[in-house]
């Protein structure tokens, strides 16, 4: 079965240090997503992507945030200048399509922690 | 803002029995509503989906119910096993996806 897949598992990082997360989406899917979810917190939407942009964008993804698929598999998430509170799990998910009537398959995640 | 409730507490059941999860949210009217499980430390699995058209969804031992006028629907999961022991989550939203906090299900054999 198809399944999302996500480097690295684990990334530890100096604070102010840029990461990049990185994110193979199934092959047929052309929503992709990236949400944290802090620990013993809710899972939270930062930013989704179609056809080569940003679609939507929460308040949490800001100027620090950026995303990029730089070939036809691969999609990443960047953090410019990490910060202590972005230390979080970060899912990587895509979809068939955008509506919320299809199901979001989800990464295992990358767990972040900024020292 | 949109705000979703699942109990917060955990809810203990024992095999065999069912289990019922609440969510309910307000400041909303969402078209789709859906419901994942997961595991701790892994990403959440997508196991249904009801629209706002829906009353009732069900797969295999699993049953939503999405009551639109309440903002609120129930998850259950009949003849309940060890396996199913996990946190659900409900999600909302009709391009993405505001999460619950979830409920942890316990369930002892």
């Known amino acids: 079965e198809p399944e999302v897949t996500q480097t690295p598992s684990h990334q530890v990082t100096q604070m102010g240090q840029e990461v990049i997360l990185r994110c193979v989406p199934i092959s047929n899917h052309l929503y992709f997503y990236w949400y944290r979810q802090i620990l013993g917190q809710k899972v939270e939407f930062l930013v989704s992507?179609?056809?080569?942009?940003?679609?939507?964008k929460s308040e949490i993804f800001d100027d620090q945030f950026s995303v990029e698929r730089p070939d036809g598999s691969n999609f990443t998430l960047k953090i410019r200048s990490t910060k202590l509170e972005d230390s979080a799990m970060y899912f990587c998910?895509?979809?068939?399509?955008?509506?919320?009537?299809?199901?979001?398959?989800f990464g295992p995640g990358t767990r972040l922690t900024v020292t | 803002s949109q705000k979703i409730e699942q109990n917060s507490e955990a809810l203990n059941i024992q095999e065999g029995k069912t289990a019922t999860l609440t969510c309910n949210y307000t400041?909303?009217?969402?078209?789709?509503l859906q419901w994942y499980r997961q595991d701790p430390g892994r990403g959440p699995v997508f196991l249904l989906l009801?629209?706002?058209?829906?009353k009732e969804k069900r797969k295999e031992r699993l049953k939503v119910t999405f009551d639109t006028t309440l903002k609120q629907s129930l998850f259950h999961i009949t003849a309940s096993q060890p396996a199913d022991s996990a946190t659900y989550l409900c999600?909302?939203?009709?391009?993405?996806?505001?999460f619950g906090k979830g409920t942890m299900l316990l369930v002892s054999p």
């Open positions: 400041n909303y009217s969402p078209a789709y």
């Open positions: 009801i629209r706002e058209n829906e």
């Open positions: 999600a909302l939203g009709d391009s993405t996806l505001t």
């Open positions: 992507f179609y056809n080569n942009e940003i679609s939507e």
């Open positions: 998910a895509s979809s068939e399509a955008g509506l919320g009537t299809y199901e979001q398959y």
